[in-house]
């Protein structure tokens, strides 16, 4: 079995010079357009669909969070400031509140970093619930519909629960002021309650010009089968490893860490990204809703992305053929994962770098500064422009009331 395991390996690998994880336009390597609808989606441009009224808050709510932690511009959570000056020169954007299909309020809700860099989110219900209750307060747009034609970014690990543990998570449930609003936001998990039905689950922040300069000649054989770089344990709050990732970073290096086919470590190389466009597969054990930046850079290298995560629900999925271009595994079949990956074909191991070697592809997993056609912050607009019109039930009557100003937790409701 080893010794046919390594003549797979050496097929695949000599494959794979025809594929490749390259950023640039204009490659050489062939190339494979997505077929049918969820293509013809990917290639849409919102321009002309809709139309968004950005809020002016004070800086309180956004630059000056900025600026006391320019940090928040790095990390995987970033993309709720991109996205805020996306929409300033953009466009979709109208000066005219009246002529508005959607209306954005721009909060910077995980900017507020520990020393490691981690966000806090103890303040972020108490700041959203203040800025909700500002525009309300000033425009009359809020009132009309209690938020249904509003949309905020909220990417927190848990979106708009606010919380970082999941237990926490779920007891607190989504910020009750925003339950007719929709929430863009990198958490997807179906049947979980921090997921709204018809939010919008977008890639999270990965620097885009970080990797480009990491990029290789793009005939390089993918001589590494299977790779990953990341914590398994949780030493600190989950040291077992049963809670952290849902245990399937733990079974992931307990079933192969001494398996040839596997180069996996807890070691981040200088050589990371490299490395990565060297490997026929990535490894994504996300175990919970809150991926990381891994996704994005396996399918920006062309790594097959080997998503390990129940429920899972992947950003832009109506406009990406996640089925198509990875592998999913159930977490509870991860002991099986080298027979799993040795009995793909190579013939679609082969398809899937084709369609992961699609420029569209990567654009749609990118914030890039200044956008470009097809990228992320587009693809939201896609996603927006892909709800309208608005149904007529959302509009209010006079003295309608839906929400409910006072649930939550207590000290959601002091002033902030």
Same mark, same amino acid.
């Given at each position: 079995?080893?010794?046919?395991?390594?003549?797979?390996?050496?097929?695949?690998?000599?494959?794979?010079?025809?594929?490749?994880?390259?950023?640039?336009?204009?490659?050489?390597?062939?190339?494979?357009?997505?077929?049918?609808?969820?293509?013809?989606?990917?290639?849409?441009?919102?321009?002309?669909?809709?139309?968004?009224?950005?809020?002016? %808050?004070?800086?309180?709510?956004?630059?000056?969070?900025?600026?006391?932690?320019?940090?928040?511009?790095?990390?995987?959570?970033?993309? !709720?400031?991109?996205?805020?000056?996306?929409?300033?020169?953009?466009?979709?954007?109208?000066?005219?509140?009246?002529?508005?299909?959607?209306?954005?309020?721009?909060?910077?809700?995980?900017?507020?970093?520990?020393?490691?860099?981690?966000?806090?989110?103890?303040?972020? #219900?108490?700041?959203?619930?203040?800025?909700?209750?500002?525009?309300?307060?000033?425009?009359?747009?809020?009132?009309?519909?209690?938020?249904?034609?509003?949309?905020?970014?909220?990417?927190?690990?848990?979106?708009?629960?606010?919380?970082?543990?999941?237990?926490?998570?779920?007891?607190?449930?989504?910020?009750?002021?925003?339950?007719?609003?929709?929430?863009?936001?990198?958490?997807?998990?179906?049947?979980?309650?921090?997921?709204?039905?018809?939010?919008?689950?977008?890639?999270?922040?990965?620097?885009?010009?970080?990797?480009?300069?990491?990029?290789?000649?793009?005939?390089?054989?993918?001589?590494?089968?299977?790779?990953?770089?990341?914590?398994?344990?949780?030493?600190?709050?989950?040291?077992?490893?049963?809670?952290?990732?849902?245990?399937?970073?733990?079974?992931?290096?307990?079933?192969?860490?001494?398996?040839?086919?596997?180069?996996?470590?807890?070691?981040? #190389?200088?050589?990371?990204?490299?490395?990565?466009?060297?490997?026929?597969?990535?490894?994504?054990?996300?175990?919970?809703?809150?991926?990381?930046?891994?996704?994005?850079?396996?399918?920006?290298?062309?790594?097959?992305?080997?998503?390990?995560?129940?429920?899972?629900?992947?950003?832009?999925?109506?406009?990406?053929?996640?089925?198509?271009?990875?592998?999913?595994?159930? !977490?509870?079949?991860?002991?099986?994962?080298?027979?799993?990956?040795?009995?793909?074909?190579?013939?679609?191991?082969?398809?899937?770098?084709? %369609?992961?070697?699609?420029?569209?592809?990567?654009?749609?997993? %990118?914030?890039?500064?200044?956008?470009?056609?097809?990228?992320?912050?587009?693809?939201?607009?896609?996603?927006?422009?892909?709800?309208? #019109?608005? !149904?007529?039930?959302?509009?209010?009557?006079?003295?309608?009331?839906?929400?409910?100003?006072?649930?939550?937790?207590?000290?959601?409701?002091?002033?902030?």
């Amino acid at each position: 079995m080893d010794f046919w395991k390594v003549g797979f390996l050496g097929l695949l690998c000599a494959a794979s010079v025809f594929a490749t994880g390259a950023v640039e336009l204009g490659r050489h390597q062939p190339t494979e357009r997505i077929s049918g609808s969820a293509g013809d989606v990917l290639e849409d441009d919102p321009v002309g669909r809709l139309k968004v009224f950005v809020y002016e %808050l004070p800086s309180k709510y956004n630059k000056k969070i900025l600026q006391k932690d320019p940090r928040c511009l790095t990390h995987m959570f970033a993309a !709720e400031i991109f996205m805020h000056r996306f929409l300033l020169s953009s466009p979709v954007r109208t000066l005219n509140p009246e002529e508005a299909d959607w209306f954005y309020t721009p909060v910077y809700t995980t900017c507020d970093l520990t020393p490691n860099g981690l966000p806090l989110p103890f303040k972020s #219900p108490r700041m959203m619930r203040s800025a909700i209750q500002l525009i309300s307060s000033n425009w009359p747009y809020w009132n009309r519909t209690e938020g249904a034609d509003h949309f905020f970014v909220t990417p927190h690990d848990f979106g708009a629960c606010f919380h970082y543990q999941e237990e926490k998570a779920i007891e607190r449930g989504i910020l009750p002021l925003l339950q007719r609003a929709t929430l863009v936001q990198t958490f997807g998990q179906r049947n979980h309650v921090c997921l709204k039905e018809g939010s919008i689950t977008i890639p999270p922040y990965a620097p885009p010009q970080k990797m480009h300069a990491h990029l290789i000649p793009d005939k390089t054989p993918r001589s590494i089968f299977v790779y990953f770089r990341g914590l398994f344990y949780d030493v600190g709050n989950d040291p077992e490893g049963g809670y952290y990732a849902r245990g399937a970073r733990a079974a992931v290096w307990e079933n192969f860490k001494n398996n040839p086919l596997f180069d996996i470590s807890t070691e981040h #190389p200088t050589t990371y990204y490299e490395d990565m466009q060297r490997a026929v597969f990535c490894l994504c054990p996300l175990g919970w809703a809150p991926w990381s930046p891994r996704l994005v850079e396996a399918v920006i290298f062309g790594c097959i992305p080997v998503i390990i995560a129940d429920d899972i629900v992947l950003p832009f999925a109506d406009a990406i053929p996640w089925e198509e271009i990875g592998v999913f595994v159930d !977490e509870k079949d991860v002991p099986q994962l080298d027979t799993i990956l040795t009995s793909i074909p190579p013939e679609v191991i082969l398809r899937k770098q084709r %369609l992961l070697a699609n420029p569209s592809m990567k654009q749609a997993m %990118l914030f890039p500064q200044p956008a470009q056609p097809g990228d992320a912050f587009h693809q939201v607009l896609n996603g927006l422009a892909r709800k309208l #019109p608005h !149904e007529k039930s959302v509009f209010l009557k006079a003295g309608e009331k839906v929400l409910n100003w006072t649930a939550g937790p207590v000290g959601d409701l002091k002033p902030w």
